[in-house]
């Protein structure tokens, strides 16, 4: 439990020391245009060509076990306590 004060309190202590953003100015005439929101249809493609990925199949048990997990311990929260 020190160890996790100890880690909060350097996390907390390092935020002061962040710098504001610095914008970037592009003068390109196609990054002026408004950018036209993709459709729920893209972002289901999208997640779906990256479950399919090889290099995703590595990560894919982890991430359903913590979905499952968080699932399961948010359901059953109330009767744990």
Do not use: C
Request: glycine letters at 4%.
């Amino acid at each position: 439990m020190i160890l996790m004060m100890i880690i909060m309190v350097i996390s907390v202590g390092l935020l002061w020391f962040l710098k504001n953003p610095v914008i970037q100015q592009t003068t390109h005439a196609a990054a002026v245009q408004e950018e036209v929101p993709p459709s729920v249809r893209d972002g289901v493609m999208k997640i779906w060509n990256m479950m399919t990925d090889k290099r995703f199949w590595f990560i894919l048990p982890q991430a359903l076990w913590t979905g499952v997990s968080i699932a399961y311990y948010s359901g059953n929260l109330v009767d744990m306590l």
